[in-house]
């Protein structure tokens, strides 16, 4: 069983977040099946380095959809976004520094843990928001055969 599992639980309704999500889940168990091995340093490094990128890449991607759809919990959302960066980019930085040799596997859980509350909780209800701004954004259907020329 994976260390970091996607179950249907997870799933905010909207493919390409879940799509996102799946991919997060999977680097954290790329890092935890990495320092479980015994991975050298650089292995874990480019694993660390490549979750990294994908937190910065995945929350540049709500973000636009915050502004977009004028999400009302952009800030808040925003900040939890930016705390989480920078607590990633401390690990990595430490790590890098060789001031840890491995990753303790409280990091693990803490990655993990972080990102399935935020998942069930912020993220559920923006994509709530999400999915009612696509559905206004979508023209009424108009009734069937109206307008239509035979």
């Given amino acids: 069983m994976p260390f970091a599992e996607w179950t249907k639980e997870f799933s905010v309704g909207v ?21 479980e091995a015994g991975a050298a340093w650089n292995v874990l490094d480019n694993v660390l380095d490549g979750l990294t990128l994908y937190v910065t890449y995945h929350f540049a991607h709500e973000e636009t959809l915050f502004t977009r759809t004028d999400y009302p919990g952009y800030e808040r959302h925003r ?49 709530v928001y999400y999915k009612s701004w696509l559905a206004r954004q979508r ?12």
């Fill in 15 to 35: 493919e390409e977040i879940d799509d996102d999500h799946k991919r997060l889940l999977a680097l954290v168990n790329d890092l935890h099946d990495a320092v």
């Fill in 79 to 127: 900040r939890q976004h930016q705390a989480l960066t920078i607590t990633v980019h401390e690990i990595q930085q430490d790590f890098q520094d060789h001031a840890l040799e491995t990753l303790p596997h409280q990091v693990l859980e803490f990655l993990k843990n972080w990102l399935y509350e935020h998942i069930l909780g912020s993220d559920r209800a923006f994509a």
């Fill in 139 to 150: 023209p009424e259907a108009s009734p069937a055969g109206a307008g239509a020329s035979q």
